[in-house]
């Protein structure tokens, strides 16, 4: 059901992001709601210094067109998502109440000025995150004390995924509160077209990769990511006509050259950072994308998505929060368990032996998956949520 005509939705969510941004415009364009977003930081519009990437960067596609936004004055001192402090915006509240809205959707909770509005507000709030509980261990008493009383003071929640909505439901939140708006990419920026396929030969020519079978790894080279437990399950299973390519920078990556130099046997090829207008190529290179990470904050992966809506089946530990929606094992890809080095040699071996002999079977299935996973999609949960809000009040 489509809300009341002209919903006033106000947005507040720490700083334009390369996933967030192009779905505004499309709620804009497309849903019936009066949009306005309220950033609290200029995080990736302006050329910063990223510490994980080791680089000062800005995203190149422009992450404020075609929507209503407004940046807040941050008064913290440095500013950013690291810390409760790094988001401090006293003019927050006043600038919400000038403009009025029906209901507030808050993307997160645990900073300074989310806290004043959870608080303060007189308007019904929608939250949206997307933690898990994945081999957490139970929290503790406090902690969930304090969670449940902060979520109750939304009227709705989204979740994106089967992980995330098991995790609000532990805190107490009931089904009748939970929407479904399932974490999505820009999946037309994702869709493979002749020009892009010719590009990312080109690049294969240029890694002199020639019809090798490749596993892609793209992102911060860290170690909650695992990018070198890859690269010793590729030295293990040391595959015939295979390649293995890391896009990204981070603090792992002189440990993978050197580690990659102890067999030079092996092509295992290296490209920096990519930006938003690259990445296409970047996946299209590709036969597996992989996103082994251990740590025990991938809350959702969305690489995956946009491996996905390029055909790539994905090889996933099962800590990465997407997995049960997104990466069914031999299905739409491979999983293994986080921490098993053996098993994951062993996968990554079974996941090369898979796109040999059944590639467009498991293109089918990757492109059927992920087409339940899109702007649209997650419209009408967001939909269904300031539906349920304006309708109890």
């Not at 609290?40 to 596609?61: E, H, I, N």
């Not at 209503?68 to 927050?92: C, I, K, M, S, W």
């Amino acid at each position: 059901m489509p809300p009341p005509p002209r919903s006033r939705l106000a947005v507040v969510v720490s700083h334009p992001t390369q996933y967030y941004s192009p779905w505004f415009a499309w709620l804009a364009a497309h849903a019936p709601l009066d949009l306005r977003v309220f950033y609290l930081w200029d995080f990736g519009v302006k050329a910063q210094r990223d510490p994980q990437f080791g680089r000062t960067f800005a995203w190149d596609r422009d992450l404020l067109a075609g929507y209503a936004h407004e940046f807040v004055p941050n008064r913290a001192h440095p500013p950013g998502t690291e810390r409760f402090g790094g988001l401090d915006n006293p003019g927050l509240l006043p600038r919400l109440r000038a403009w009025a809205p029906g209901a507030v959707l808050m993307f997160g909770y645990n900073y300074r000025s989310h806290l004043r509005v959870v608080l303060r507000a007189r308007w019904p709030l929608i939250f949206r995150g997307d933690s898990h509980l994945i081999d957490q261990p139970r929290p503790g008493l406090l902690k969930r004390v304090l969670l449940r009383a902060l979520y109750a003071r939304f009227a709705a929640i989204t979740y994106v995924g089967q992980a995330n909505r098991d995790y609000f439901r532990a805190f107490g939140v009931a089904d009748a509160r939970l929407h479904f708006a399932p974490h999505c990419v820009d999946a037309a920026h994702f869709t493979p077209t002749d020009a892009l396929r010719a590009r990312a030969a080109e690049l294969r020519r240029q890694l002199d990769l020639g019809t090798r079978r490749v596993v892609l790894f793209a992102g911060k080279l860290v170690p909650a990511k695992q990018p070198l437990e890859l690269l010793r399950a590729f030295q293990a299973i040391a595959p015939a006509d295979a390649a293995l390519v890391f896009v990204g920078e981070g603090g792992e990556l002189s440990a993978l050259q050197a580690a990659a130099a102890e067999r030079p046997e092996l092509p295992v090829r290296f490209l920096p950072f990519a930006n938003q207008s690259e990445m296409p190529v970047r996946y299209l290179l590709a036969d597996v994308f992989a996103l082994p990470s251990a740590g025990l904050y991938e809350t959702w992966g969305l690489a995956v998505n946009e491996a996905m809506h390029l055909g790539l089946p994905c090889l996933v530990s099962h800590r990465v929060g997407c997995q049960r929606d997104l990466v069914t094992d031999g299905e739409t890809g491979w999983v293994f368990p986080a921490t098993d080095q053996r098993a994951l040699a062993d996968t990554l071996a079974r996941a090369l032996g898979d796109v040999s002999t059944r590639a467009a079977q498991f293109r089918h299935a990757v492109t059927q998956r992920v087409a339940g996973y899109t702007f649209a999609q997650a419209t009408n949960g967001l939909l269904s949520a300031v539906t349920a809000v304006a309708t109890s009040r």
